[in-house]
């Protein structure tokens, strides 16, 4: 039997949008593994002058294979070994983030492949808050993050500065992203949800 599959796509004109890449992202697209919520394939175009590139990567097992194709360069191809870890996108990340529950405190760490970058995110469950959404005051779980850019080896490098972000998720079985606030070089970005339909 083959594993139960969605695509997921987004379409962002942001710095720092995701919480994870700074890179002003045009389309990111997901096949995720519902069951196991592991990404089976990403396709993303980025355009951030001047560095626009276009990559495809596949995940099987615990290794992540990156065609990168920049714009004004060779192309790459890219293997990272995760061994026993979890590689995650964006999109799957998000989506694990939407199903953890934890009590307050807990801490848990992912490893998530922006473009060909990999960051180490450790996440902190947080507290209940009440915070203004376009549907009005609602309760919302906030669970907050440090992403560090790491070597292919997954050891952190130290010479460049984590990254602090917030997630404010709907309080509730569907725990919906309300909110995203991610610190960047030019400041702290904030991605608000404007609207959701149910599936």
Same mark, same amino acid.
């Given at each position: ?14 710095? !720092? ?7 002003? @992202? ?32 596949? #995940? ?7 065609? #990168?194709?920049?714009?004004? !360069? ?8 995760? !061994? ?42 947080? @507290? ?20 560090? @850019? ?27 992203? #309300? ?21």
């Amino acid at each position: 039997g083959s594993a139960q599959t969605a695509t997921l796509t987004s379409s962002v004109r942001s710095a !720092g949008a995701l919480a994870l890449v700074k890179d002003v @992202r045009d389309e990111a697209t997901t096949v995720l593994d519902v069951g196991a919520l592991r990404p089976l394939s990403t396709t993303s175009a980025v355009r951030a002058n001047p560095r626009d590139y276009a990559a495809e990567t596949r #995940f099987t097992g615990a290794k992540a294979e990156i065609d #990168f194709r920049p714009n004004d !360069g060779p192309p790459q191809h890219l293997v990272y070994d995760f !061994g026993p870890a979890v590689a995650h996108d964006a999109h799957s990340a998000m989506a694990t983030m939407r199903v953890w529950q934890a009590p307050l405190g807990t801490q848990r760490t992912m490893w998530v492949l922006g473009g060909r970058r990999i960051w180490k995110v450790e996440l902190t469950m947080g @507290r209940t808050e009440v915070i203004g959404t376009y549907g009005g005051n609602q309760a919302a779980l906030r669970i907050d993050g440090v992403a560090s @850019r790491a070597f292919a080896n997954l050891t952190v490098d130290t010479n460049r500065p984590a990254r602090t972000f917030s997630v404010w998720m709907s309080d509730d079985a569907d725990r919906v992203p #309300f909110r995203i606030v991610a610190g960047t070089e030019l400041g702290d970005v904030t991605i608000d949800l404007v609207d959701y339909q149910r599936p």
